[in-house]
């Protein structure tokens, strides 16, 4: 290379973990990307090597920090005259190990004039180079994401299957956002397929088949959603820890029974920065707190985990018949993009600063907010409402089963709608002060009033779902609920029966049981201890 030619080439700056611009350019003057042509600079340190064709050669290094108005050191040098700038441009091949489609090689004469042409080459140059610089932050030369969410669904229940459904339609809508298979981990089981099924195969005849394999073949959960048509992007995966692999978004959506099992096997294998959704209703409660099922989840994992809840029945769901639900997503502020709020801590459900050490999302992928979540979780037929009120959907989602046992006891006891009512309006009141009384900084009591899953849960769990309509099962037969459990759920559980458990026991230990009558009744019914006779009694206490 002739003396006062200059050379520009991109390598990825290894101790930084992303790349960076290296410049090997041999200089007679100052060369810069000066701040007021680029500001978008991003935040990381740049080196720049540079070498000199006329003199000994030497590194020197300049550091290049976002915002640039925030530097307080020494002054910034100004632009260079013309006569110093890029004259002739030419590019060489990309780099592989870079994540940019910009990797030129700069010639530069010192004896440049400014009428040239190529003062427009000139400036080109340096935005490409500014581009480049974006991109060693955000992923790729067009200052956007290079990377996608991949979206996990732990869990292949009713629901489980149903979420899987609707998420996979939206990632097959959003290709900018988000991967489009959804890896949805399936607890494998062998089916046998009946003559009359659609899939039957003659030539397998009896014989049992897995159960993954006839979800990724024919795309129908035989077994727990059938009848209804998956999208052909959900795919069936037996393998939990495989199905979570490199998953940045978790969706949890099993029985509440299994969480500690799950969460064993999961520790490990998630990814530091994914963040979750919990479709699983409930608390776990001792006698000394209460702990929401979401927060448990995030700190087994050591990932934020929000939460779903509403008025929600799967199979409906999944016949795409209309309804709403609530989800409740605090955004954790290292994943906020921007200045504001990123050096503050993220404060957990009792409003003290969590004690899990959350990673932040990476630059090369998409944030993740309410408006994406929107976009993964809203279908036509399922619209879906965000807030950061975690406690509020998380009580409202658990302790809303109890109240459905207490209406199902009365109307399987033979009395009317106005004595249902009586329960749901007195149940609502006792989770509003269950609230105040155990999450005073954080609860939010128009969560409960206005969202799916305050009311609308509500209602929905003590006309149509299991609490209501076994333990109306065990009056109008006379035997207990847990008679009923153990002869009519094939293994499965009430959840109302252990959160009523639970949470009467953590209220007698903090003395204040008398201050929650229908908790306390529903808990007695269970026991045996009153019938449902004594229920307005009291409430009359």
Not at 80 to 89: A, F, W
Not at 287 to 308: F, P, Q, T
Not at 457 to 471: E, F, L, Q
Request: charged share 20%; hydrophobic share 35%.
């Amino acid at each position: 290379m002739a003396p006062g030619v200059r050379s520009c080439a991109l390598v990825p700056y290894k101790s930084s973990g992303i790349p960076c611009l290296q410049r090997s350019l041999g200089l007679f003057g100052q060369t810069i990307l000066h701040p007021h042509r680029f500001p978008r600079l991003p935040a990381l340190v740049t080196r720049l090597h540079l070498q000199s064709h006329l003199h000994t050669r030497t590194d020197r290094c300049l550091r290049f920090v976002r915002p640039f108005s925030t530097l307080h050191s020494s002054p910034l040098p100004p632009l260079p005259p013309p006569q110093q700038r890029l004259q002739q441009v030419s590019r060489c091949p990309p780099r592989p190990s870079l994540k940019t489609p910009y990797a030129p090689r700069a010639f530069v004469d010192d004896n440049h004039t400014p009428g040239s042409p190529l003062l427009r080459v000139n400036r080109r140059c340096f935005s490409q180079t500014a581009k480049m610089a974006v991109a060693s932050e955000n992923g790729n030369g067009n200052g956007t994401a290079v990377r996608k969410h991949k979206v996990a669904v732990i869990g292949s229940g009713n629901w489980g299957t149903t979420v899987a459904k609707l998420v996979a339609e939206s990632t097959h809508e959003n290709p900018d956002l988000f991967e489009e298979d959804v890896q949805m981990w399936v607890y494998e089981e062998q089916v046998v397929l009946p003559k009359d099924s659609p899939h039957y195969d003659a030539a397998v005849g009896d014989q049992p088949q897995k159960l993954t394999s006839i979800i990724n073949t024919h795309h129908e959960n035989v077994k727990y959603l059938s009848g209804i048509a998956l999208p052909k992007n959900v795919v069936a995966n037996p393998s939990l820890q495989d199905t979570v692999k490199d998953a940045s978004i978790l969706i949890f959506n099993f029985p509440h029974e299994f969480i500690a099992n799950i969460l064993k096997q999961l520790k490990g294998h998630v990814a530091p920065y994914a963040r979750g959704i919990s479709c699983i209703k409930g608390v776990t409660v001792t006698d000394d707190k209460v702990e929401l099922i979401c927060e448990h989840i995030g700190e087994s994992l050591n990932i934020y985990c929000g939460a779903l809840s509403g008025g929600n029945i799967a199979t409906e769901i999944a016949n795409e018949m209309w309804c709403e639900t609530t989800i409740a997503y605090n955004t954790p502020p290292c994943d906020k993009r921007g200045a504001d709020g990123s050096n503050d801590q993220h404060l957990d459900s009792h409003g003290q600063v969590t004690k899990t050490p959350l990673v932040p999302l990476p630059h090369d992928l998409p944030p993740l907010d309410h408006a994406e979540l929107r976009k993964l979780f809203d279908r036509p037929y399922f619209t879906v409402s965000m807030v950061s009120d975690v406690v509020g959907v998380s009580l409202g989602g658990a302790l809303k089963n109890i109240v459905a046992l207490a209406c199902g006891f009365v109307e399987g006891h033979g009395w009317n709608m106005t004595a249902k009512t009586a329960v749901m309006r007195r149940g609502m009141l006792e989770i509003l002060a269950f609230g105040r009384e155990f999450f005073p900084e954080t609860i939010q009591e128009k969560t409960l009033w206005e969202e799916s899953a305050g009311w609308g849960d509500m209602i929905v769990s003590c006309t149509s779902a299991r609490n209501w309509r076994y333990s109306k099962m065990a009056v109008e037969r006379g035997v207990s609920v847990q008679e009923i459990e153990r002869t009519e759920l094939n293994g499965q559980k009430l959840q109302g029966i252990s959160t009523s458990r639970e949470v009467s026991s953590f209220l007698r230990a903090k003395g204040v049981e008398e201050r929650y009558p229908l908790f306390k009744a529903v808990e007695l019914i269970l026991d045996q201890k009153i019938n449902v006779d004594d229920i307005p009694k009291l409430f009359r206490k």
